[in-house]
T-cell receptor, first 118, second 112 residues
Framework: DGGITQSPKYLFRKEGQNVTLSCEQN?????MYWYRQDPGQGLRLIYY???????QKGDIAEGYSVSREKKESFPLTVTSAQKNPTAFYLC?????????????????FGNGTRLTVT | KQEVTQIPAALSVPEGENLVLNCSFT??????LQWFRQDPGKGLTSLLL?????REQTSGRLNASLDKSSGRSTLYIAASQPGDSATYLC???????????FGTGTSLTVIP
């Protein structure tokens, strides 16, 4: 079955350490996204990528980095510069493009990674 | 910038009741609007997608409507069940790129 796999489900790190969250999709989607979700807040966009080897900052990119070396993979690194990294992180993907192609194209999500930094 | 609002933030209803969740957005230049369900500690599951040219979509006990000109969508759930308890989020896809904008969700509790 096609879908998005995020791993691990739970991640614990000490303050000051970098940590990388994995996101893999087999939906053949060009566009991939990373969102952060905190209690009482909506989803906030960290980074997104519309094609391999290209990505753009979202609303809260500071303290995060990404790479897009393969179409299927979009890992997110939470660096020690991120002041409040404890959160639920969601990866998503979608068809990319313009016009009619996008009218009926949904956004698909993985099951998330809960990161706790102490 | 597109802003998406969902009211109420929380809703509690007895089992069997029909209910309506609301979603409003400020910019009508969208490709589509999507309704999601999120269970605690899980990712988002897509329920319904309405294209900008459509008025409504139905799936089982769910019916979503879209009034793009007024910037509103509703999700109607018929004959609610305890298993419907979850957070429901709406998201719009802007028509100038590949970005999505989310509401903060409505937390629904269906009491047996």
């Amino acid at each position: 079955d096609g879908g998005i796999t995020q791993s691990p489900k739970y991640l614990f790190r000490k303050e000051g350490q970098n940590v990388t969250l994995s996101c893999e999709q087999n939906l053949n989607h060009d566009a991939m996204y990373w969102y952060r979700q905190d209690p009482g807040q909506g989803l906030r966009l960290i980074y997104y990528s519309q094609i391999v080897n290209d990505f753009q900052k979202g609303d809260i990119a500071e303290g995060y980095s990404v790479s897009r070396e393969k179409k299927e993979s979009f890992p997110l690194t939470v660096t020690s510069a991120q002041k409040n990294p404890t959160a639920f992180y969601l990866c998503a993907s979608s068809i990319s493009g313009t016009g009619v192609l996008l009218w009926n194209s949904p956004l698909h999500f993985g099951n998330g990674t809960r990161l706790t930094v102490t | 910038k597109q802003e998406v609002t969902q009211i109420p933030a929380a809703l509690s209803v007895p089992e069997g009741e029909n209910l309506v969740l609301n979603c409003s957005f400020t910019d009508s230049a969208i490709y589509n609007l999507q309704w999601f369900r999120q269970d605690p500690g899980k990712g988002l599951t897509s329920l319904l997608l309405i294209q900008s040219s459509q008025r409504e979509q139905t799936s089982g006990r769910l019916n979503a409507s879209l009034d793009k000109s007024s910037g509103r969508s509703t999700l109607y759930i018929a004959a609610s069940q305890p298993g419907d308890s979850a957070t429901y989020l709406c998201a719009v896809r802007r028509d100038t790129g590949n970005q999505f904008y989310f509401g903060t969700g409505t937390s629904l509790t269906v009491i047996p």
